[in-house]
């Protein structure tokens, strides 16, 4: 079967390399730009899995799935490609202000919505701690204990580099008989004839025309994030992916930040720490959303500098850091619906969706690919 991949971020590439693993698929990639662009590129990395508050459903079925495939994918596409993956283990650190929701007080009942989420992550086959602010202080003095009233570990999250995951997956999949086409635009997905399939009158896309030219195929996914609404709008069938645009911060301190030989990713109200070596940290990121409905945002460096400061006042000796560099990106958010976008698009029998993650695209990614290869090879 021949299956053709719109969009190379990093669902994209992770579909190509989890299709690439079965047999008798041709697959190709397209893109405009080059792999790892657009909100992958601007992503921290941050994979809040059993910390997050999902416990049943589909959205804590794909955590789970993905938190746990990256134990075992990374080690496996840096021995496939010679490329080290910058891979956290160390966890994440979740610090609670005085206004944490949900509170670490304990309600009624006498226990916290903290410890029933401990208790069922437990059942699971995972932890979480819970830390007073005690503990804390001794074991990451770095953090400014006024406003902290204490704080959640979870061991079992991960970190890691979008972009070297990214490039990684696409060298992988080139290993395993993958084409990767970029600088390749799709001009239009209606092209005739369209006919129906045996399912129930649905229509079957045979090709869509390229600025390479036609390419036909059994399967087409769309994977291309806000550019998924114009390919869907060519099908008559317009899925609604609206921009938020996200900050960040580069910051080079020079040491560690506390112990140097625990450096989980800190988190609180929304900042992510993110230490990447070398006493270099990643410090974001901003939701900015567009206030006219437009498609532009332009990058508010008010609210950057909140981050900043917001970062500051968690880890003090951040304020004698330098910034190295900052960087923005547009995450594709479903308008009216839950993120991601994972299922058929109405109306046709062999175009897929794998679209609209908003700032969960490398987390999700090998669930979203785990997926995406159950509906191809069922």
């Given amino acids: 079967m021949n299956v053709v991949i719109i969009g190379c971020g990093v669902v994209g590439a992770a579909i190509a390399y989890e299709l690439s693993l079965a047999k008798g698929l041709k697959i190709t990639v397209l893109d405009k730009q080059p792999p790892a662009q657009a909100s992958t590129g601007a992503a921290l990395g941050v994979l809040m899995s059993i910390i997050s508050h999902k416990i049943k459903g589909k959205a804590w079925q794909m955590r789970q799935t993905s938190i746990q495939r990256y134990e075992s994918l990374i080690p496996e596409l840096e021995e496939l490609t010679n490329r080290k993956i910058p891979f956290n283990r160390q966890g994440i650190l979740m610090l609670l202000t005085g206004n944490a929701d949900p509170p670490l007080e304990r309600g009624v009942g006498g226990i916290s919505e903290w410890e029933k989420l401990s208790e069922i992550r437990h059942s699971q086959g995972y932890q979480l701690e819970i830390w007073d602010a005690v503990k804390l202080k001794k074991i990451c003095p770095q953090v400014d204990e006024t406003q902290i009233i204490g704080a959640i570990y979870s061991p079992q999250d991960r970190q890691l580099d979008p972009t070297a995951l990214t490039l990684a997956f696409v060298e992988a999949a080139q290993h395993n008989g993958v084409t990767f086409k970029f600088g390749v635009n799709v001009l239009g997905m209606t092209p005739p004839p369209l006919t129906a399939s045996r399912e129930g ?30 390919l869907s709008a060519q099908l008559h069938q317009m899925i609604d992916i609206r921009p938020v ?134």
């Fill in 201 to 230: 009158g649905e229509k079957f896309c045979q090709q869509m025309e390229t600025t390479e030219g036609k390419i036909a195929a059994d399967w087409f996914v769309v994977a291309a994030g806000l550019g998924s609404s114009p």
């Fill in 245 to 378: 645009l996200g900050q960040a911060l580069h910051l080079r301190l020079g040491h560690s930040l506390g112990n140097p030989d625990f450096q989980p990713v800190i988190t609180g109200n929304d900042v992510h720490i993110v230490p990447v070596g070398g006493g270099d940290y990643w410090v974001g990121a901003t939701v900015e959303f567009s206030t006219n409905g437009s498609h532009e945002i332009l990058p508010n460096k008010e609210q950057l500098e909140s981050v900043k400061q917001q970062a500051i006042a968690f880890c003090p000796d951040l304020a004698n850091a330098t910034t190295i560099r900052t960087w923005s990106g547009l995450r594709p958010r479903p308008e009216g619906r839950p993120a991601p976008i994972i299922e058929k698009l109405s109306g046709f029998s062999n175009v897929l969706l794998a679209t609209g993650h908003y700032r969960n695209g490398v987390l999700l990614a090998p669930a979203t690919a785990y997926a995406i290869r159950e509906m191809i090879i069922s």
